[in-house]
């Protein structure tokens, strides 16, 4: 027989959105204290009453616990848990101090006077007009939200993106869920097709029905895309689709009939040995890549006549020094075609040369504009030549509606420099070609040898095999890039040799010079590497290398996932960095972080109405409970963002080498183990090693190095790109 407990929730100490497991600390009716409540609920917040039918039991960890087979929430019935329940958090413009107020003023009538006549609350000293309109809304949203979120737990799934679903369909959100809960994985951000499946089948859609055909065959493509496919073989998308949902191969084939028809996909027969399936965006942004850059290069070049030697001499008397003869050749080349691409490692020149190029630009009086993928890299961009650069995204002055520089209204440069371009990905070139007018001259700049972009193509890489458009290839090491270790390894490991860790360097030289700048120390174990990793980043770089950990040091490691992975190095890290008692304002737990003020986070997805982009790294510079909203730093702007939006963030003290990409640091440390065997790749452990300025340590097993090491299959995409600029 079950057992009884009802009370007052005291605090919400864990709530996973994603099972709704939750464990409270409850003022129970008839017992000594507050007890814990573990259990399974959509939504708990403190204040509410809770009653729970289960057990007794003696946890071994944590004590005594009533494990509940069932909860039942009820609004807060005290005047203490009326002010709980309001000072939680839980609407906008209401926080511990107002939640007091209002409680003193109306008493037991709160919620329904916030229910029924907000605008009572004028009474209150403080609110105003504009707050309570926020009350007001903020209490509708999450009334609705709550219904959300018990409809899709009593359908087995997640809550973690009800605020979502209810932001993006509003008052209808749960008529079009069940009329069409496949809209939810094109619609919101966050939920894939499994998500959206799982509730159609609940709801009792069929399962050969063609919409659920439809859904799953634009999955394939989709989830593709993700690992850098711009298409696939229709008969791969066939079978993994079936594979996973066990529709019938004709119901497939006639879903993609359909899709054809409708454009929503393309059928590519002409320039592919079998038929490829595309997304219509992908196709249209691979076609846009091909013909804006053969239109390019059939223009006039908009430089006037330059006399190449006297160019050259005026170049390296500006900058004080002689230019490579491989160097004065670059030169020539980007004199003599519109567009051209400049590759090649770390310390052949890349960056003198782009210098001298805009500079012979900038001296005929033509405008220039520069840009990269990444903040971090612009910014670099910016330091290296002295003149402006900006991240292409702000460019092209992406808001809400998309770019709003394209074919209509193009950019006013006569030539255009894009630093880092083997990140960009064939959606964003496409993008930035068709604002790029056709008599402009393009610079594409880059090393084809580190990851391609984390989105869609290899665009760099396939404009260089397809020898359509001039490339200049820096093979060329100058001496002081020699000198540095780190340069030393990362040729080392793109020529499949293991790299060599630095040795102290004798007395006498300067203590910079004897430190060395590229070690490899040894650790077995997982958890022996990832003490290894937080002492160096908290005690032995600091004080050696007086580097700040915070904003000088970034770990990089190849996977999200183990032991060594983001999630778990993010939390380890944020613990010995940026501890809980050393905080003086509040915290706020969301979608399985706990967000700090001073704690480095990263934006996840492109957010065009608040100008920020997936990549951007910032620190949170202040938590507004009252306001319900968190403020990030980047680089000096402040962007705000409601808690139910902090599934944007993510925790950076750690990033995947994969979103390192384009980016710069001083100091880089590389976790590396067995655990990682499937990612352990030598253009993955090159990319991580030419992140770092001033210093790269590498922490873990000889035998995960060697497999990055020897490991050189960086897999062939599926993108046609090439085929196209040759034909």
Request: proline fraction near 5%.
């Amino acid at each position: 027989m079950s057992d009884q407990l009802s009370g007052t929730i005291d605090r919400v100490t864990f709530h996973n959105p994603e099972n709704g497991f939750v464990v409270l600390r409850v003022v129970a009716r008839g017992v000594r204290g507050p007890v814990t409540v573990v259990g399974q609920t959509p939504r708990a917040v403190a204040g509410e009453f809770v009653e729970a039918t289960g057990k007794w039991a003696d946890d071994p960890d944590f004590g005594r616990q009533f494990k509940a087979d069932g909860l039942r929430i009820l609004p807060p019935s005290t005047l203490e848990g009326i002010e709980k329940y309001l000072g939680s958090g839980l609407v906008k413009g209401i926080g511990p101090t107002y939640a007091r107020k209002i409680v003193e003023v109306f008493g037991e009538r709160t919620l329904d006077v916030i229910d029924e006549s907000p605008t009572f609350l004028k009474e209150i000293k403080g609110i105003g007009a504009k707050r309570i309109q926020c009350i007001r809304e903020s209490w509708r949203q999450q009334k609705a939200v709550r219904d959300i979120m018990v409809f899709l737990q009593s359908n087995g799934l997640g809550t973690g993106h009800a605020s979502r679903i209810y932001k993006t369909y509003g008052e209808r959100a749960m008529e079009i869920v069940k009329s069409n809960p496949y809209r939810l994985a094109d619609d919101v951000w966050g939920i894939g097709f499994q998500t959206a499946d799982e509730l159609a089948l609940k709801l009792g859609f069929d399962r050969q029905a063609v919409p659920r055909a439809q859904a799953a065959v634009r999955y394939i493509l989709q989830e593709a895309s993700g690992d850098g496919h711009c298409a696939l073989p229709e008969e791969t998308v066939w079978q993994e689709a079936a594979q996973r949902t066990g529709i019938d191969l004709p119901i497939l084939q006639d879903a993609t009939t359909r899709l054809v028809d409708c454009h929503d996909l393309v059928r590519e027969t002409d320039l592919t040995p079998t038929p490829w399936l595309y997304l219509h965006r992908l196709h249209q942004a691979e076609t846009g890549v091909a013909r804006a850059l053969r239109d390019l290069m059939r223009g006039t070049h908009p430089l006037p006549t330059v006399h190449l030697d006297a160019a050259i001499e005026w170049i390296e008397k500006k900058m004080n020094l002689t230019l490579a003869p491989s160097q004065k050749d670059a030169i020539g080349q980007a004199v003599a075609h519109k567009v051209l691409v400049l590759t090649g490692g770390p310390g052949v020149g890349k960056t003198t040369l782009v210098r001298g190029i805009l500079d012979i630009f900038l001296a005929k009086k033509l405008r220039a504009a520069l840009c990269a993928p990444t903040g971090r890299a612009a910014k670099r961009l910016s330091e290296t030549t002295g003149q402006s650069a900006r991240t292409i995204h702000r460019l092209l002055e992406f808001d809400q509606r998309g770019p709003q520089r394209n074919a209509d209204h193009p950019l006013e440069v006569d030539f255009l420099i894009v630093d880092e371009t083997s990140m960009v990905d064939i959606v964003l070139m496409n993008q930035l070609l068709r604002a790029l007018p056709w008599t402009a001259a393009l610079l594409l700049v880059g090393d084809a040898d580190q990851l391609p972009s984390v989105g869609p193509g290899c665009v760099l890489a396939d404009i260089i095999a397809s020898k359509a458009v001039p490339v200049v290839r820096l093979t060329e090491i100058f001496r002081q890039a020699r000198e540095s270790g780190i340069v030393r390894a990362a040729y080392r490991i793109h020529d499949g040799e293991m790299p060599e860790s630095d040795a102290p360097h004798p007395q006498g030289e300067s203590e910079e010079r004897r430190l060395g700048d590229f070690y490899f120390v040894e650790a077995e174990a997982p958890a022996a590497i990832l003490e290894r990793v937080v002492t160096l980043i908290r005690e032995r770089i600091p004080r050696r290398f007086h580097l700040d950990p915070f904003r000088d040091v970034q770990v990089l490691t190849p996977m999200n996932r183990g032991e060594l992975g983001v999630k778990n190095l993010n939390v380890r890290l944020q613990s010995v960095l940026n501890p809980p008692e050393a905080q003086e304002g509040p915290e706020v737990a969301r979608f399985g972080w706990s967000f700090r003020v001073g704690d480095k986070v990263l934006q996840m997805r492109n957010n065009y109405t608040k100008e920020i982009f997936n990549g951007d790294v910032g620190r949170i510079r202040s938590i507004d409970v009252d306001d319900q909203e968190l403020t990030v730093d980047f680089d000096g702007r402040a962007v705000g963002y409601d808690f139910d939006e902090l599934d944007e963030l993510t925790l950076a003290y750690a990033l995947t080498i994969h979103k390192s990409q384009g980016s710069e640091y001083p100091a880089v440390i590389v976790p590396l183990h067995t655990q990682h065997y499937l990612l352990l790749q030598r253009n993955l452990l090159y990319t991580a090693v030419t992140r770092g300025r001033k210093l790269v340590v590498l922490v873990g097993t000889r035998k995960a190095l060697a497999l990055a090491v020897q490991r050189h299959n960086p897999g062939e995409r599926h993108s046609a790109l090439r085929q196209r600029l040759q034909a």
